[in-house]
């Protein structure tokens, strides 16, 4: 609150100095003519002096009034002088924030001040702990950088689902679920705005390919879009009251979402309370109104009526005027915008004068430490297996072989605007990383072998270029590696981009045929010589690993890292930190062929088309895998650690269900290794009137550390909504009467105990707007409960 009164009277005392300059112009400070925006009440009285100009302006987002150097976009500037709003600034991005290092500030010696920021890990490996009250932590850290470097609105997190393994952008999604994905945005949204900065859940909704992204036609059922395509949103608004939403660039059932009153005001609002701003993805205007064609009905305007508040970068203020003129759009609907884009301004540090830093990051070391926490709890031990009577991991002695260019080329985040301009020479890659752990290390990459093609580019906004792999011969890795060493080590990296999906070839998706050789070629050295083959993962989520994950006794998938890259990797690897994560998402045995009972390894078979209709329906990721049978590499929530725990006492609260039903259950560590167990409950409903998956994820939550024989209870609480599913018929989320089935597990697949409850009659518990309809007809996949 000072800092607004110290703000008012520097303008007060500005304009006592326009007044002694220029004696002729009157001027006051806030009579009739001359309003400021100060407060909510403040408003009314701007709508009435703002031109209709002035207002389009507002609304049409601004390229040019940064305060922040590198952020994405900003809101328009050119009103404060006259109305005291200021320029707010948007960056970039899922895992940190995206500013120039150079702000233009110079030290005391003369030399031009960095300001690097700090890059948590992505946003697949955050949801990959399962641990809300980490992320939340790790949100606070967040925050803190975004206020100090004088942000005001963080594009992202981005929470779209992982419909299909390659998806150019999953590296910045949470999940293939949608419980999974909510609870873990709003968990690090209340953290990021807890320090007085605002962020903005994006792309909305079913934004899941790259390939013709912009203005790609979707076809999705009003069923699979409520629950799974836009409940995570649902979740993230109603528990986290983010400060704005981004639409995405797809058309959703023939218009895009930012000119669709449908979803924007009777779904987001109305449903869900919603009471931030909109804005579009930049350049994501859309080009399919809602509204048949008419005078008036532009783009521009055309948004402003669905309840669009800020095109983005930038839009176009005449068009909007021109809706006006022709009586398309109306001055309640024009000041509905700028009134909510007005409130946002009044959240934000540039509206308490708050100015960016051009000093160091103070905050370096705080947020690196967030991202080391978050990176050991998500990083998922796929494997591990006994070689001479011991488990693999963690190696607790004896020299170290690395072998890959990976080792010293370990993936820090994705390309785009997930990129974050971090100090380079804090980044340490695994072989130093190993080494400053006290290990002893034999590297490959210093001694001078073939390279040969290897990785593919990825393309996009910035992503990899190609890459070779190392090809020494098999006398040559035994000599100089695996004779020398106790354990030899592989890395594997894959770089992902915004812009680009994966590729289903050799050297993305898949292995090249140089990551073979020397997975096969070491593989066999090391057998033979009985010891240890470890390969670690450096990626940003799934590739293919049926092919050659049986010739690995350890397989770590470590994620994106970040800025901590290798540190927390060599943590895990040497047993000084215990892996507690869980798979986000599933990795299928391939996403070309089908399975021996005919269906797809991957339900989306539409993926990457110029035109996709969700024919999966609601069964997308484990929904599909365990309602259909389809074999996997390794399931969602599957993950492993150092230690064992054991499941007992499982109880239900009642046997009927009313209003809520507990769920508990004892997880007792039964080993000597201190460690955390991630708990998940699934329920199978009757589908008497609409068929279900086999068992959905309703509940979940991870323990505290638990040392040798010690046992915590976990109890879960199951309300009406969270058993529900959405009736198009009725367009109602509704409980069927019948038996339902509480499965209570380590993963998916590894299912610990079984509890059972009746529901005696049927509950709508929420009737909605029948909204977001399919223009064309949807042959949706349904389970044939006859097989």
């Not at 981005?158 to 909510?182: A, C, T």
């Not at 910035?462 to 020398?484: F, H, R, S």
């Not at 943590?571 to 391939?590: C, H, R």
């Not at 259950?665 to 460690?675: M, P």
């Given at each position: 609150m000072l800092r607004k009164h110290i703000r008012v009277l520097s303008l007060m005392m500005t304009m006592?100095?326009?007044?002694?300059?220029?004696?002729?112009?009157?001027?006051?400070?806030?009579?009739?003519?001359?309003?400021?925006?100060?407060?909510?009440?403040?408003?009314?009285?701007?709508?009435?002096?703002?031109?209709?100009?002035?207002?389009?302006a507002l609304l049409a987002g601004d390229r040019d009034s940064q305060k922040l150097k590198g952020a994405a976009g900003s809101t328009l500037g050119d009103l404060y002088e006259k109305y005291g709003i200021p320029a707010t600034s948007l960056p970039d991005g899922p895992a940190g924030v995206r500013i120039d290092p150079l702000p233009g500030g110079t030290a005391p010696d003369g030399t031009p001040l960095t300001r690097y920021a700090t890059q948590f890990p992505n946003a697949s490996?955050?949801?990959?702990?399962?641990?809300?009250?980490?992320?939340?932590?790790?949100?606070?850290?967040?925050?803190?950088?975004?206020?100090?470097?004088?942000?005001?609105?963080?594009?992202?997190?981005?929470?779209?689902?992982?419909?299909?393994?390659?998806?150019?952008?999953?590296?910045?999604?949470?999940?293939?679920?949608?419980?999974?994905?909510?609870?873990?945005?709003?968990?690090?949204?209340?953290g990021i705005q807890s320090k007085g900065?605002?962020?903005?859940?994006?792309?909305?909704?079913?934004?899941?390919?790259?390939?013709?992204?912009?203005?790609?036609?979707?076809?999705?059922?009003?069923?699979?879009?409520?629950?799974?395509?836009?409940?995570?949103?649902?979740?993230?608004?109603?528990?986290?009251?983010?400060?704005?939403?981004?639409?995405?660039?797809?058309?959703?059932?023939?218009?895009?979402?930012?000119?669709?009153?449908?979803?924007?005001?009777?779904?987001?609002?109305?449903?869900?309370?919603?009471?931030?701003?909109?804005?579009?993805?930049?350049?994501?205007?859309?080009?399919?109104?809602?509204?048949k064609e008419q005078p008036g009905n532009n783009t521009y305007s055309s948004m402003v009526?669905?309840?669009?508040?800020?095109?983005?970068?930038?839009?176009?203020?005449?068009?909007?005027?021109?809706?006006?003129?022709?009586?398309?759009?109306?001055?309640?609907?024009?000041?509905?915008?700028?009134?909510?884009?007005?409130?946002?301004?009044?959240?934000?540090?540039?509206?308490?004068?708050?100015?960016?830093?051009?000093?160091?990051?103070?905050?370096?070391?705080?947020?690196?430490?967030?991202?080391?926490?978050?990176?050991?709890?998500?990083m998922v031990l796929l494997k591990n297996e006994k070689v001479k009577g011991k488990e693999v991991l963690p190696l607790t002695g004896g020299t170290i072989g690395t072998i890959g260019n990976a080792t010293n080329n370990l993936v820090r985040g994705g390309a785009g605007s997930g990129n974050v301009n971090v100090d380079t020479s804090k980044l340490v890659h695994l072989a130093r990383a190993l080494r400053d752990t006290g290990a002893t290390v034999i590297d490959a990459t210093e001694n001078n072998y073939p390279q040969v093609d290897s990785i593919?580019?990825?393309?996009?906004?910035?992503?990899?270029?190609?890459?070779?792999?190392?090809?020494?011969?098999?006398?040559?890795?035994?000599?100089?590696?695996?004779?020398?060493?106790?354990?030899v080590i592989m890395t594997i990296r894959r770089g992902s981009s915004e812009g680009v999906d994966v590729a289903a070839e050799k050297g993305a998706y898949y292995l090249s045929d140089a990551e073979q050789y020397l997975i096969e070629t070491a593989s066999a050295l090391c057998r033979k010589a009985k010891k240890p083959f470890i390969v670690v993962l450096s990626t940003g989520g799934p590739i293919e690993m049926e092919s050659w994950k049986d010739k690995a006794d350890a397989i770590l998938l470590s994620w994106e890292n970040g800025?901590?890259?290798?540190?927390?990797?060599?943590?895990?690897?040497?047993?000084?930190?215990?892996?507690?994560?869980?798979?986000?998402?599933?990795?299928?045995?391939?996403?070309?062929?089908?399975?021996?009972?005919?269906?797809?390894?991957?339900?989306?078979?539409?993926?990457?088309?110029?035109?996709?209709?969700?024919?999966?329906?609601?069964?997308?990721?484990?929904?599909?895998?365990?309602?259909?049978?389809v074999p996997v590499s390794y399931e969602f929530g599957y993950g492993m650690n150092y230690s064992d725990f054991h499941y007992s006492h499982p109880k239900l609260s009642a046997k009927k269900f009313d209003d809520s039903?507990?769920?508990?259950?004892?997880?007792?560590?039964?080993?000597?290794?201190?460690?955390?167990?991630?708990?998940?409950?699934?329920?199978?409903?009757?589908?008497?009137?609409?068929?279900?998956?086999?068992?959905?994820?309703?509940?979940?939550?991870k323990t505290r550390e638990l040392g040798k024989n010690e046992k915590q209870t976990l109890t879960f609480t199951l309300d009406a909504k969270s058993l529900a599913s959405f009736d198009e018929n009725r367009s109602a989320w509704v409980v069927e009467p019948g038996k339902y089935t509480v499965y209570i597990g380590a993963s998916s697949k590894d299912i610990k105990h079984t509890l059972n409850f009746t529901v005696d009659k049927e509950i709508i518990v929420e009737k909605v707007n029948d909204v977001m309809k399919p223009v064309v007809e949807i042959d949706e996949l349904v389970p044939d409960r006859s097989r």
């Open positions: 006592a100095m326009v007044i002694m300059l220029f004696p002729r112009v009157p001027f006051s400070f806030a009579d009739d003519k001359d309003v400021y925006l100060e407060d909510e009440s403040s408003i009314p009285k701007l709508l009435e002096v703002m031109t209709l100009e002035e207002k389009a490996a955050r949801a990959s702990t399962w641990n809300l009250d980490l992320l939340s932590k790790m949100g606070e850290a967040f925050g803190k950088e975004l206020y100090y470097f004088g942000a005001d609105l963080l594009l992202a997190p981005g929470m779209n689902i992982h419909r299909h393994p390659l998806n150019g952008r999953n590296f910045e999604y949470y999940s293939e679920d949608p419980l999974l994905s909510g609870k873990s945005s709003a968990a690090e949204i209340k900065v605002g962020t903005t859940i994006k792309h909305f909704a079913a934004n899941n390919q790259e390939k013709s992204r912009h203005n790609l036609p979707t076809n999705v059922s009003q069923r699979a879009l409520r629950e799974i395509y836009l409940k995570g949103f649902e979740i993230a608004v109603k528990e986290a009251s983010p400060w704005a939403i981004m639409t995405a660039y797809n058309q959703i059932n023939g218009t895009s979402p930012s000119q669709n009153p449908e979803l924007l005001q009777k779904i987001a609002r109305e449903e869900w309370g919603f009471d931030g701003i909109f804005m579009t993805d930049w350049g994501g205007q859309g080009n399919a109104s809602y509204w009526k669905a309840g669009m508040d800020l095109s983005m970068p930038a839009g176009n203020a005449d068009q909007i005027i021109a809706g006006y003129q022709a009586g398309f759009l109306t001055m309640e609907e024009i000041d509905a915008a700028v009134t909510r884009v007005l409130q946002y301004i009044l959240k934000t540090p540039a509206f308490d004068g708050v100015k960016p830093s051009t000093d160091h990051n103070k905050y370096a070391e705080e947020s690196e430490q967030a991202a080391f926490n978050t990176a050991i709890e998500g593919l580019p990825v393309g996009g906004f910035g992503g990899d270029p190609a890459y070779k792999e190392m090809k020494p011969t098999k006398e040559q890795l035994a000599k100089d590696i695996v004779n020398k060493s106790d354990s800025t901590v890259l290798g540190k927390p990797i060599a943590a895990v690897l040497t047993g000084k930190e215990n892996p507690s994560g869980k798979l986000s998402t599933t990795f299928p045995i391939d996403v070309k062929g089908v399975a021996k009972n005919g269906y797809s390894y991957v339900p989306s078979t539409t993926f990457g088309e110029s035109r996709v209709t969700y024919n999966e329906g609601i069964y997308v990721g484990y929904r599909y895998f365990d309602t259909f049978n039903i507990k769920v508990s259950i004892d997880i007792k560590n039964t080993s000597k290794v201190a460690g955390k167990e991630v708990v998940q409950v699934y329920v199978g409903a009757p589908g008497k009137t609409m068929h279900k998956p086999v068992k959905e994820l309703r509940a979940f939550g």
